[in-house]
């Protein structure tokens, strides 16, 4: 029985064993037929609250803390690199200029151009296609 402790009278048939664990001696406490003088227990909150545990706590609590700041520092690294890079691809762009469109002669004018021409460039057009 190694997870047990002895406890009550040394007497053969007497002696009885009680576990470790806290939830568990607490159960035990409640038992009735448990022989021997009566054990202290001690509550959880009182234990839970004891400044070894306390302590333990606290530092498993920084622990973490240090551990989540690391990471922030981690991600705020990586994003300035980023951006970086991106402010440098837009600097390599440049704009590209648009072709001005040639004007067409009159002279090959399709029917619909020639409703915006005025009469004296109708005239001349209608001499062209005539000779054609």
Not at 25 to 43: C, I, L, N, W, Y
Request: proline share 3%; glycine share 4%; aromatic share 4%.
């Amino acid at each position: 029985m190694s997870g047990y402790l002895y406890r009550g009278r040394h007497c053969g048939d007497e002696k009885r064993a009680r576990p470790k664990s806290i939830g568990a001696m607490m159960d035990f406490s409640r038992d009735e037929t448990a022989k021997g003088p009566p054990v202290q227990m001690h509550s959880l909150r009182e234990f839970e609250q004891s400044p070894q545990i306390m302590w333990k706590r606290l530092q498993t609590k920084r622990q973490e803390e240090e551990e989540e700041e690391e990471k922030k520092k981690k991600k705020k690294k990586k994003k300035k690199k980023k951006k970086k890079k991106k402010k440098k691809k837009k600097k390599k762009k440049k704009k590209k200029k648009k072709k001005k469109k040639k004007k067409k002669s009159t002279v090959g004018v399709s029917n619909h151009r020639l409703k915006t021409l005025c009469a004296c460039d109708q005239s001349a057009v209608n001499t062209v296609t005539s000779r054609d």
